[in-house]
Nanobody, 115 residues
Framework: QVQLVESGGGLVQPGGSLRLSCAASGTISSSIAMGWYRQAPGNQRELVAA???????NYADSVKGRFTISRDSAKNTVYLRMNSLKPEDTAVYYC?????????WGQGTQVTVSS
């Protein structure tokens, strides 16, 4: 069992920045694979950024150059630094983890980009 808790969402103006955090707990190790997805109203849930199986990073084209995913293995925590935010980044952001072949999702944190 894996538990994921997101934090850091909120309201920010266009061009602003936020950092999301996702802490994983449970019967896991530092090798747990984690990433971020988002879902805007009326849209499908989509990949934002994630660590691949090989340890590299994968970003949606729409966020490349603006978002950065990072991790603190000691804390089993993944972060998403979001810079130059745009209104179209408004969505519920979900943390996802893969452990022992099972996908786990956090409850989501709302990010609203508006002036």
């Amino acid at each position: 069992q894996v538990q994921l808790v997101e934090s850091g969402g909120g309201l920010v103006q266009p061009g602003g920045s936020l950092r999301l955090s996702c802490a994983a707990s449970g019967t896991i190790s530092s090798s747990i694979a984690m990433g971020w997805y988002r879902q805007a109203p009326g849209n499908q849930r989509e990949l934002v950024a994630a660590f691949t199986r090989g340890g590299s990073t994968n970003y949606a084209d729409s966020v490349k150059g603006r978002f950065t995913i990072s991790r603190d293995s000691a804390k089993n925590t993944v972060y998403l630094r979001m810079n130059s935010l745009k209104p179209e980044d408004t969505a519920v952001y979900y943390c996802r983890a893969l452990w022992s072949g099972v996908l786990y999702w956090g409850q989501g944190t709302q990010v609203t980009v508006s002036s």
